[in-house]
């Protein structure tokens, strides 16, 4: 978004509550427009040599022995370590970012808004967006508590460093007991590793923002889980300070704004990781919102509902996660075996080519905003 806005002329400002770039987190998918909007970034070839080389996913049993595969991979939708994609877009935005702050509180007026900042002095802005996930700040302030609108789906994820020599070289391996999940995330193409976590559960309480508690959730879930090489991977992604733990959950907002603050990226629609859209999304968003107000001279009240109306239809058909959770945490023994057989035909690559076509039925054509850039 920022990045965007610097191209248009826009001077934005970025506030990022981590002192430093937050670089944590799996492969995920540059696919569909998302790829049109790295390629007018100028970007695209430096994603597909960044992207990673995972076959995709298989499960094992105890032993470790592969029971079934599902080959994922997809040539025109290059999948690239979340943290290579954050560094790259910060090397493209040459913008300010304060760094280690906050927005404490937001006033808007028939001008502008007056925003109060952690630890920065005070300043007005144009529009406020807010982008700052899940767990947003910005929306809790301008629209609520985040219970009103985060929809928890009866998981939780962890992801992590590892070691290596953990997982097998291009796949993702995952180890099923019922209603838990440990696996790692390995391509052949780069050094690191990352474990990766789920597991069923009713709603836990607990602080989103306390990296040791959520380590010792995740022990706690794991606690007597000896199968395959969980014990190694728990050990090894408990050692990692950059843990990433969250409530499997999605967003639904009726609307992404209030008067001159809204809402882009998982703030606004998150749908979840096992959405696998997460990355598009944002992309796709924020390229969206940011033509559009360079389209519409930073009219607010021209911009948001437009980017509202072209962007939903895609978040919509994202936001229908399908069987995804089902076939990496089977909740029964049984359950396991039928996704074990259903894993061996080859129907997952034909539903997910039918589900693609469906989506790209659905979507908005992306304009064309750097014509205005
Ligand atoms: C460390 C990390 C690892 C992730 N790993 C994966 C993964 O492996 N697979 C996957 O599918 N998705 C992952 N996600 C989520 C994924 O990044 C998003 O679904 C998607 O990229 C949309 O991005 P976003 O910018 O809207 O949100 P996010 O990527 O969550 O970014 C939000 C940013 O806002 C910052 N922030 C939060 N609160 C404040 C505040 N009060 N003030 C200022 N800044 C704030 C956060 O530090 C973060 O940098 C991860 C997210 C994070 C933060």
């Known amino acids: 978004m920022a990045s ?31 790829v049109t909007v790295v390629e007018r970034m100028g970007l695209l070839p430096r994603v597909r040599e960044l992207a990673t080389d995972v076959r995709g996913m298989q499960f094992v049993d105890a032993t470790g022995r592969a029971v079934a595969r599902i080959h994922t991979q997809d040539p025109a939708s ?58 947003s700040n910005v929306r809790r302030i301008a629209f609520g508590p985040e219970e009103r609108f985060i929809t928890f789906k009866d998981h939780y994820f962890a992801f992590a460093d590892t070691d290596a020599a953990l ?17 790692i995330y ?50 090894s992604a408990l050692t990692d300070p950059g843990f990433y733990f969250d409530a499997l959950g999605q967003v639904r907002m009726n609307s992404w704004s209030d008067g001159r603050v809204v809402l882009l990226g998982d703030a606004a629609w998150c749908a979840s990781p096992a959405s696998g859209a997460g990355a598009e999304l944002a992309l796709v968003g924020a390229y969206r919102l940011a033509g559009e107000l360079a389209a ?45 057989v259903v894993a061996r035909l080859p129907l997952m690559k034909a539903m997910s080519a039918v589900e693609r076509r469906a989506q790209a039925r659905n979507a908005r054509p992306l304009p064309d905003f750097t014509r205005a850039a």
């Open 167 to 183: 997982g097998e070289d291009r796949w993702v391996t995952m180890f099923n007991t019922p209603g838990k999940m440990a696996g």
């Open 78 to 135: 290059p999948e690239i370590m979340r943290g290579d994609l954050v560094a790259l877009l910060r090397a493209a935005t040459d913008v300010d970012v304060l760094l280690g702050d906050s927005i404490r509180a937001l006033e808007q007026d028939d001008d502008g808004v007056h925003v109060t900042f952690e630890h920065s002095p005070a300043r007005r802005f144009d529009p406020v967006v807010g982008a700052d996930g899940m767990h």
């Open 186 to 235: 390995r391509s052949g193409n780069h050094a690191q590793a990352k474990a990766y976590f789920m597991f069923r559960s009713a709603p836990l309480d607990y602080d989103h923002r306390d990296v040791a508690e959520h380590k010792r959730l995740v022990s706690e879930a794991f606690a007597g889980e000896a199968g395959w090489r969980t014990r190694q991977l728990l050990d």
């Open 296 to 340: 519409a001279n930073g009219d607010h009240r021209v911009v948001f509902p437009r980017y509202d109306a072209a962007h939903r239809p895609l978040v919509n058909d994202k936001q229908q996660i399908g069987p995804n959770v089902r076939l990496k945490v089977p909740k029964t023994d049984g359950g396991r075996c039928v996704r074990d």
């Open 4 to 34: 965007w806005l610097a191209r248009h002329g826009i001077q934005p400002t970025v506030v990022e509550r981590a002192s430093a770039l937050r670089l944590g987190g799996n492969g995920v998918d540059v696919r569909g427009d998302a």
